[in-house]
Nanobody, 115 residues
Framework: QVQLVESGGGLVQSGGSLRLSCAAS????????MYWYRQAPGKQRERVAT???????NYPDSMKGRFTISRDNAKNMTYLQINSLRPEDTAVYYC?????????WGQGTQVTVSS
């Protein structure tokens, strides 16, 4: 059974940092490109970062500079480091990957940034 479990969210002051984690199980993790998305209240879900099986990373222009995605294939883990947090980063952050026609999502982890 495929499972993605995010952790590491919380309440943080503006300017702070967080490291989110995503634990994958039920898959040959090293084969898959992994993604982080986020969804703020009343807004569409948006991609934050991508990391390929080989470790190549990609960020939308709006996410470049403060977000860093990484992975540890030995531990089946994907990480998202967020620095200089802003109130507008408040959202539920999701881990995601696709396999064929199937999309897999975790339950999300809430990040709340206070001003």
């Amino acid at each position: 059974q495929v499972q993605l479990v995010e952790s590491g969210g919380g309440l943080v002051q503006s300017g702070g940092s967080l490291r989110l984690s995503c634990a994958a199980s039920g898959i040959i993790f090293k084969l898959y490109t992994m993604y982080w998305y986020r969804q703020a209240p009343g807004k569409q879900r948006e991609r934050v970062a991508t990391i390929t099986s080989g470790g190549t990373t990609n960020y939308p222009d709006s996410m470049k500079g403060r977000f860093t995605i990484s992975r540890d294939n030995a531990k089946n883990m994907t990480y998202l480091q967020i620095n200089s947090l802003r109130p507008e980063d408040t959202a539920v952050y999701y881990c995601h990957f696709g396999a064929g026609t199937n999309d897999y999502w975790g339950q999300g982890t809430q990040v709340t940034v206070s001003s």
